[in-house]
């Protein structure tokens, strides 16, 4: 069986491993922190998270620029690519932990209007735990891509699954004997860097991994800086988009009402998960099909492959949830958190268009063809910014839905479809004529119920 294979398959594995967990391991983690605290991490975590777009969309660009030296056989240029990439992570991972250290020694600006002098030291001790954990994150990145570029997937999912596994086994007992959410932080931190020398072993060992550090190829620098850039701000977007509305709403709500809002957040990521896992799988062969200069209707009967399986499954979960979701939420995170149920609805929707056509990011990437997406987006999501605060102000937490939906539908929806069809040359009638007998069903069915 290939690689591309066992990875699809034990990313589904993944899937549901990661979703097994969360569901048992978040309403423990609601009984023993309690409302209030469990808001307070996963703001802070949301926070933290920012600091990730201190990578400027290199890590995603290693694939491409790795690929075209594996074309032309040079050895001694993904050597120095490899040099390159491990200086500049470095470089990110210092900065990152500065800048995260500021932030932490100043929660009281950020969070003072809403939060308790007790829930600010508890949000400042998670957040410096974090950024430690993102600084070491940063440099396990370099070893990250070089695994998937050379689609070891098998070795790739195993250690994710393990991670999804090892994480709360940890931390439940920690949390038992008293230490609440800074038990979770710490096993984060811990469980990254025991992932972060199992990488540099499998990389450097059994992968041959190699460094040069002379002659480093600053022409090439200045390409993949140019490429990353735009990468860049998409990760500027997504992080506005998952991070942002939790940030506003501890700002203006409060932490019991981040919890309600991070509760549909992460069962919304359950359908990206479905979606990127599958894609994720196929980054190195578009890549190399793309150096090889293959004809745009091979990659769009692979972009339609993919996406009809996509589509099915994602509204295969969707409709379950709108049937049972309401119930779920109520007796599985407490009646408190019901409204979680509207919330995810709300901004699932839109999202199953955009999440059945990710093979087309990759496209995009691999003809170096994604900058008019990045900008688009850009604009879209200060529009996100401005509508979320406003509505949030009008409407409360519902209101944090607004921006989110709003970018996705005139961005992911309705531009890139036209951008595909008409400046990429990929046939967006022929991906669309294929696709949609697997949607009618769910629409069908949503709407006669």
């Known amino acids: 069986m290939s690689q591309r294979r066992i990875g699809v398959i034990l990313s589904y594995v993944n899937i549901f491993v990661k979703n097994f967990v969360f569901f048992l391991y978040m309403p423990f983690l609601l009984k023993h ?12 975590n949301s926070v933290v998270q920012n600091l990730t777009l201190l990578s400027m969309g290199f890590s995603s660009a290693y694939v491409r620029f790795y690929m075209v030296s594996k074309v032309k056989n040079d050895q001694e240029e993904i050597k120095r690519l490899n040099g390159l990439y491990l200086i500049l992570f470095a470089i990110f991972s210092v900065i990152a932990l500065m800048l995260g250290m500021v932030m932490a020694n100043n929660t009281e600006v950020l969070f003072s209007k809403s939060l308790s002098p007790q829930e600010l030291m508890i949000t400042k001790n998670l957040m410096v735990v974090l950024v430690i954990n993102i600084s070491l994150a940063f440099i396990s990145s370099v070893f990250d891509s070089f695994i998937i570029a050379n689609e ?19 931390t439940i007992p920690l949390i038992l004997i008293g230490y609440r959410s800074f038990s979770i932080v710490i096993v984060q931190t811990g469980v990254t860097l025991f992932f972060l020398i199992l990488n540099i072993k499998y990389s450097c060992g059994d992968l041959k991994m190699r460094f040069t550090f002379k002659n480093l190829p600053f022409k090439l620098f200045r390409e993949i800086s140019a490429f990353s850039f735009f990468i860049f701000l ?3 977007v997504d992080i506005v988009n998952n991070n942002f509305p939790s940030f506003i709403v501890g700002v203006y709500l409060g932490a019991k009402d981040v919890a ?50 996509q589509l099915l499954l994602l509204t295969f979960v969707l409709g379950g949830f709108i049937i049972v979701g309401d119930f779920f939420i109520e007796k599985w995170a407490g009646t408190e958190n019901a409204f979680a149920y509207n919330l995810l609805i709300i901004m699932v929707f839109p999202v199953i268009v955009p999440l059945s056509q990710n093979i087309g990011i990759e496209i995009q990437r691999a ?50 479809n036209i951008y595909y069809h008409k400046n990429m040359k990929l046939n967006m009638i022929y991906f669309w004529k294929n696709i949609i007998n697997i949607g009618i069903p769910f629409f069908s069915g949503m709407f006669l119920s």
């Open 33 to 44: 922190l309690g409302q209030a605290e469990y808001g307070l991490y996963q703001m802070t």
């Open 367 to 416: 003809k170096n063809k994604h900058i008019f997406r990045s900008v688009v987006y850009t604009l879209l999501a200060v529009l996100n910014i401005i509508i979320t605060t406003i509505s949030i102000h009008f409407w409360g937490l519902i209101g944090s839905t607004f921006g989110f939906v709003f970018s996705i539908v005139v961005g992911n929806g309705i531009i890139m």
């Open 234 to 236: 998409n990760q500027i």
């Open 152 to 170: 070891k997937f098998r070795f790739q999912q195993n250690r994710q699954l393990l991670q999804t596994v090892l994480s709360p086994l940890l």
């Open 260 to 309: 309600v809002y991070s509760i549909a957040a992460q069962l919304k990521n359950i359908f990206y998960l479905i979606s990127t896992s599958l894609s994720s799988v196929f980054t190195p062969i578009i890549n190399e099909l793309s150096n090889n200069e293959t004809d745009n209707f091979e990659l769009v009967k692979l972009m339609t492959k993919i996406g009809r399986l």
